[in-house]
Structure formats: C-alpha cells, structure tokens
C-alpha cells in the first residue's frame, strides 16, 4: 500500500479542516434562513413621485402638477410567492404631499394622496446575492386637496411598471433600488362645501402620470 508523502498529508488534512470549517459556518445560516416563511414576502418602500398630465378632459383642466409639487411616499407591500419566481400581493401607499396649488399669497392649499391596489413581480435571481425584478401593479387612487373651504376629491384606477434590485444584507433581509412609472384616468369627482356633499362621474377623462424612484427594505428566505 503506498503512503502519502508529508507535504500532502498535510495538504488533505487542511482540505478536510476546511470542508469542515465551511459546514459548520453554513449550518446557522440555513437554519437562520428557515426561521421566516419561504414563502411569504414582506416590504416596504420609501421614495419620490412627480405627476404630470391633466387631472380632466375638461376645456379649462386642473393639470396635476399646478396642484402637487410631489409626493413624499411609503408603500407597504405584503406578498405571497408563487413558486421560486413570483410574488403576488396587496399594496398600501401613503403619502406626506407637496401641495403647488396656493390658497393665498404665502400660503400653499393643503391637500392629501392614497393609493391602493394588487401587485404580481417576477424576481430574476430570487437565490440572490442581488436579485433584480420587474413587475406590474394594478391600483385605485384618490387625489384630495382644499381650495378656500370647498373639498375636492378626483378618484380613480391605475397601473403601474415597476423594475429594480435587491440586495441581500445576510439571511433573509434584503435592501435595494426601484423605480415606477404610472398612468391613471380620474372617474369621478367628489366636492364637498358648507356640509353638502356631491359627486359626479367625469365625462371628458384623461390620463395623468407618477413617475417614481426610491428605495426598498424587505425580508424573504432566498431560494
């Protein structure tokens, strides 16, 4: 039977000491990994979003950007994966908004924006250590804001294309960049003054715009 000679012993005796190290390194990991849902999602969004386009088809519109500067916005965005890939889900935004429409000299109307809606987004490399996605939300939006007493909501639905990364940070949180884009149609208009409320459907509609970018924390197993 032939002996190994010293130097490669001790060459396969390191090999073995690392196969080793790299097992017992991986092992806490795996069950760290196990402790959220494999297949639950959990995010939240911060970023910005400018509007553009006309709030109505009307021959004298409010066009959205005299009423907002833009919007200051969080989404929460719960889901629910569908094989290693997609993920479906519901998504809240709410949003601090910077009012341009003025109701004196010095002072801005104030003014108020929600948004809601499902969601379905394919991620390309769910395994990470980045993991890029893309996707598509269908949504529902009430646009309010206050000019001298008189309350006026435009409602309406939307969609939404929607694309960026994630970055893992260590199990199962993840850190990252998105973007969006958005193009709704108000529906109706709703007014409010001295107590009385009235509403009506909007016959002449047009489509506006949200263009989006900010970030995104989550938590999600890797697959």
């Given at each position: 039977?032939?002996?190994?000679?010293?130097?490669?012993?001790?060459?396969?005796?390191?090999?073995?000491?690392?196969?080793?190290?790299?097992?017992?390194?991986?092992?806490?990991?795996?069950?760290?990994?196990?402790?959220?849902?494999?297949?639950?999602?959990?995010?939240?969004?911060?970023?910005?979003?400018?509007?553009?386009?006309?709030?109505?088809?009307?021959?004298?519109?409010?066009?959205?950007?005299?009423?907002?500067?833009?919007?200051?916005?969080?989404?929460?965005?719960?889901?629910?994966?569908?094989?290693?890939?997609?993920?479906?889900?519901?998504?809240?935004?709410?949003?601090?908004?910077?009012?341009?429409?003025?109701?004196?000299?010095?002072?801005?109307?104030?003014?108020?924006?929600?948004?809601?809606?499902?969601?379905?987004?394919?991620?390309?490399?769910?395994?990470?250590?980045?993991?890029?996605?893309?996707?598509?939300?269908?949504?529902?939006?009430?646009?309010?804001?206050?000019?001298?007493?008189?309350?006026?909501?435009?409602?309406?639905?939307?969609?939404?294309?929607?694309?960026?990364?994630?970055?893992?940070?260590?199990?199962?949180?993840?850190?990252?960049?998105?973007?969006?884009?958005?193009?709704?149609?108000?529906?109706?208009?709703?007014?409010?003054?001295?107590?009385?409320?009235?509403?009506?459907?909007?016959?002449?509609?047009t489509v506006h715009l949200w263009?989006?970018?900010?970030?995104?924390?989550?938590?999600?197993?890797?697959?």
């Amino acid at each position: 039977m032939q002996t190994l000679s010293r130097p490669a012993a001790r060459t396969l005796a390191l090999l073995s000491l690392l196969v080793s190290s790299m097992a017992v390194a991986q092992a806490p990991t795996a069950e760290r990994d196990s402790d959220f849902p494999r297949w639950l999602g959990l995010s939240v969004r911060a970023g910005y979003l400018m509007p553009g386009g006309q709030m109505d088809g009307s021959p004298d519109p409010f066009y959205l950007y005299e009423v907002y500067k833009g919007l200051f916005a969080a989404i929460v965005e719960p889901t629910v994966r569908i094989g290693s890939n997609v993920e479906l889900g519901p998504w809240l935004q709410l949003s601090h908004a910077q009012m341009r429409v003025r109701c004196s000299s010095d002072t801005t109307c104030p003014g108020s924006h929600l948004r809601f809606g499902l969601q379905g987004n394919y991620h390309w490399n769910p395994s990470g250590p980045y993991n890029p996605w893309t996707g598509v939300a269908l949504g529902y939006e009430r646009a309010s804001f206050n000019v001298q007493g008189i309350d006026i909501t435009y409602s309406g639905p939307d969609v939404t294309l929607q694309a960026g990364f994630d970055r893992n940070l260590g199990g199962s949180f993840w850190a990252g960049l998105f973007v969006s884009g958005s193009g709704g149609r108000y529906d109706s208009l709703e007014v409010k003054f001295n107590g009385r409320t009235g509403d009506e459907s909007l016959r002449e509609r047009t489509v506006h715009l949200w263009i989006g970018f900010g970030v995104r924390v989550r938590m999600a197993a890797p697959h």
